[in-house]
């Protein structure tokens, strides 16, 4: 009972750090004059991606590797899987043609360089890292340059927070920083017990009840867009997500510490679910409705996850 109360705990902790940062990040930001479109293209995907980046970095630390690696690789799962499957049920979400110019692509090679990287030696080390991060950088730069109107970018800022004082900044960072930090330590010991008490991985654990926890913030504020009629949470949004995942939290915490693939089921199925998920959205894109994530298109991609869950366990 106390280590899901520490899994819990941990998560609850983490979504609470996660918010406080972004807050802080954009008020900070909006004081240092960087402009509305490069806050939402960059300071809000690095402070959402902090959550997935404190567990990876304290699993590492605390030699537990398959938690590190399947925290992103389950995360990249249910922001398909479950994410844009549960929105895409409760309304369509029209997908836009720049998708294929460079979101689409570039997520799908991310995860391709990553299942190479794996492979090749079977872990992540810092010059790895540093090349997944560095190429995070420069898609950064064209993803701005190309995203002059910006409009999925802006949506996500609010402009309440260009007035928040430097007090209330510093405040919402030392929040946001404690509760990741200490939220990050319930829940990879929470992680591994429960693991060990149920006799299964600690990466199926992290695949699954991680992933889907640290993926529940996006999940609420796609389900609350989507019920309020709202411009419901955009796929490039998700895809820029699942970027960010490989690329700063991977990569990040590779240049810490090298990452080891300690569990085989990382390489010979887990990683093929990702790039399967991934993969899958093209052909999805181009069914009737054509450019339109459909109720029955959600329902398949939900029913994908499900699959995945359940042979996870098995």
């Given at each position: 009972?106390?280590?899901?109360?520490?899994?819990?705990?941990?998560?609850?902790?983490?979504?609470?750090?996660g918010?406080?940062?972004?807050?802080?990040?954009?008020g900070?930001s909006?004081?240092?004059?960087?402009?509305?479109?490069?806050?939402?293209?960059?300071?809000?995907?690095?402070?959402?991606?902090?959550?997935?980046?404190?567990?990876?970095?304290?699993?590492?630390m605390?030699?537990?590797?398959a938690?590190a690696?399947?925290?992103?690789?389950?995360?990249?799962?249910?922001?398909?899987?479950l994410?844009?499957?549960?929105?895409?049920?409760?309304?369509?979400?029209?997908?836009?043609?720049?998708?294929?110019?460079?979101?689409?692509?570039?997520?799908?090679?991310f995860?391709?360089?990553?299942?190479?990287?794996?492979?090749?030696?079977?872990?992540?080390?810092?010059?790895?890292?540093?090349?997944?991060?560095?190429?995070l950088l420069?898609?950064?730069?064209?993803?701005?340059?190309?995203?002059?109107?910006?409009?999925?970018?802006?949506?996500?800022?609010?402009?309440k927070?260009?007035?928040?004082?430097?007090?209330?900044?510093?405040?919402w960072?030392?929040?946001?920083?404690?509760?990741?930090?200490?939220?990050?330590?319930?829940?990879?010991?929470?992680?591994?017990?429960?693991a060990?008490k149920?006799?299964?991985?600690?990466?199926?654990?992290s695949?699954?009840?991680i992933?889907?926890?640290?993926?529940?913030?996006?999940?609420?504020?796609?389900?609350?867009?989507?019920?309020?009629?709202?411009?419901?949470?955009?796929?490039?949004?998700?895809?820029?997500s699942?970027?960010?995942?490989?690329?700063?939290?991977?990569g990040i915490?590779?240049?810490?510490?090298?990452?080891?693939?300690?569990?085989?089921?990382?390489?010979?199925?887990?990683?093929?679910?990702?790039l399967?998920?991934?993969i899958?959205?093209l052909?999805?894109?181009?069914?009737?409705?054509?450019?339109?994530?459909?109720?029955?298109?959600?329902?398949?991609?939900?029913?994908g996850?499900?699959?995945?869950?359940?042979?996870?366990f098995?």
């Amino acid at each position: 009972m106390q280590d899901i109360l520490f899994l819990l705990g941990g998560l609850i902790l983490l979504v609470i750090g996660g918010e406080f940062l972004v807050r802080a990040s954009v008020g900070l930001s909006f004081k240092l004059n960087i402009s509305k479109m490069v806050i939402g293209m960059t300071v809000v995907s690095f402070a959402t991606s902090a959550p997935e980046l404190l567990v990876s970095v304290q699993a590492a630390m605390d030699g537990s590797p398959a938690i590190a690696i399947n925290n992103v690789i389950g995360s990249n799962i249910a922001n398909i899987g479950l994410v844009l499957g549960v929105t895409a049920v409760i309304g369509a979400i029209g997908v836009s043609k720049d998708f294929f110019k460079l979101n689409w692509p570039t997520m799908v090679i991310f995860s391709l360089v990553l299942y190479y990287f794996l492979t090749n030696d079977k872990q992540l080390v810092f010059y790895e890292g540093a090349i997944l991060f560095i190429a995070l950088l420069i898609f950064l730069v064209i993803l701005i340059k190309s995203n002059k109107n910006a409009e999925d970018a802006t949506e996500e800022v609010d402009d309440k927070l260009a007035s928040v004082s430097y007090l209330k900044i510093f405040i919402w960072l030392a929040i946001g920083g404690g509760a990741l930090y200490f939220g990050s330590e319930l829940l990879v010991k929470g992680a591994v017990a429960v693991a060990q008490k149920m006799n299964v991985s600690e990466g199926v654990i992290s695949i699954t009840m991680i992933a889907i926890g640290t993926s529940v913030p996006e999940l609420a504020a796609s389900v609350i867009a989507a019920i309020k009629k709202e411009k419901a949470i955009s796929l490039g949004n998700l895809i820029g997500s699942n970027i960010f995942n490989i690329a700063s939290v991977l990569g990040i915490t590779s240049m810490i510490k090298t990452i080891e693939v300690t569990e085989d089921q990382i390489l010979n199925n887990d990683i093929f679910w990702m790039l399967a998920f991934a993969i899958v959205l093209l052909p999805l894109i181009f069914l009737p409705k054509k450019f339109y994530i459909t109720r029955l298109k959600g329902f398949l991609l939900l029913i994908g996850y499900g699959v995945f869950i359940y042979l996870a366990f098995v």
